[in-house]
């Protein structure tokens, strides 16, 4: 599997849990299933990072797909240590194959993970 089709099941299988999916280790490759894990356990910062990063908004507000995205870039960019610029480009790129319906998803994505970057980076 390489990094690309990793972060793709690793949203997915955020996905999947954000609607209420089974936590199951046998449905996904075990590195993912390690850092989703991780992400796990850093939620709150992860949260935060986001809902701050967010300008008239709650991550609540967010439909999953994107939430999902959004979580795991900003535990790339916080914990994987993956540049900001890979992390955001990849999270973009699975905002316009899974979400951007209308063309304002990848914008709108792209703010807050920059505005994400800045908290993360400084």
Not at 57 to 75: E, G, P, Q, S
Not at 97 to 117: C, E, M, R
Request: aromatic fraction near 10%; charge should be negative; charged fraction near 35%.
């Amino acid at each position: 599997m390489n990094r690309r089709e990793h972060r793709e099941a690793a949203v997915i299988f955020l996905y999947t849990l954000e609607i209420g999916g089974d936590y199951e280790k046998d449905n996904v490759d075990g590195e993912v299933f390690e850092n989703i894990s991780d992400l796990i356990s850093h939620t709150d910062e992860i949260e935060d990072i986001l809902n701050k990063s967010l300008v008239n908004w709650k991550l609540d507000r967010l439909n999953l797909v994107d939430k999902a995205i959004l979580k795991y870039a900003v535990y790339e960019m916080k914990y994987l240590s993956s540049p900001y610029e890979i992390a955001i480009n990849e999270a973009l790129e699975l905002t316009k194959k899974y979400s951007d319906i209308d063309g304002k998803q990848v914008p709108f994505n792209n703010k807050v993970l920059d505005k994400a970057k800045d908290l993360i980076y400084g």
